[in-house]
């Protein structure tokens, strides 16, 4: 059974930080892109972050470039999340979500055919 499992979540203070993590079975892992997104209540799931499978190549919704930082670590299947400088509008459910028989980075939620059941993130300010 294909598995993607969040952690990392949790209450932090404007200006704080957290590390997301997103363990993937193998079969889900290898050879494949990964990306985080997010949904704030009331609002569309929007895209955050996405790395390749090498890790060579990311890409970054521009609201969190130069603050949040995704990384991989293959020999463990995976991916995480660092979130630095947090605001009150980084408040949302972080998801992780797999592609499929691509190594290559995307923006687009139709891309990506796994995904994790989300975990927790509020900014207080």
């Known amino acids: 059974q294909v598995q993607l499992v969040e952690s990392g979540g949790g209450l932090v203070q404007a200006g704080g930080s957290l590390r997301l993590s997103c363990a993937t079975s193998g079969r889900t892992f290898v050879n494949n892109a990964m990306a985080w997104f997010r949904q704030a209540p009331g609002k569309e799931r929007e895209f955050v972050a996405t790395i390749s499978w090498s890790g060579a190549n990311t890409d970054y919704t521009d609201s969190v470039k130069g603050r949040f930082t995704i990384s991989r670590d293959n020999a463990k299947n995976t991916v995480y999340l660092q979130m630095n400088s947090l605001q009150p509008e980084d408040t949302a459910v972080y998801s992780c979500?797999?592609?499929?028989?691509?190594?290559?980075?995307?923006?687009?939620?139709?891309?990506?055919?796994?995904w994790g059941q989300g975990t927790q993130v509020t900014v207080s300010s």
């Open positions: 979500a797999a592609r499929v028989g691509s190594p290559s980075i995307s923006r687009y939620q139709r891309m990506y055919y796994y």
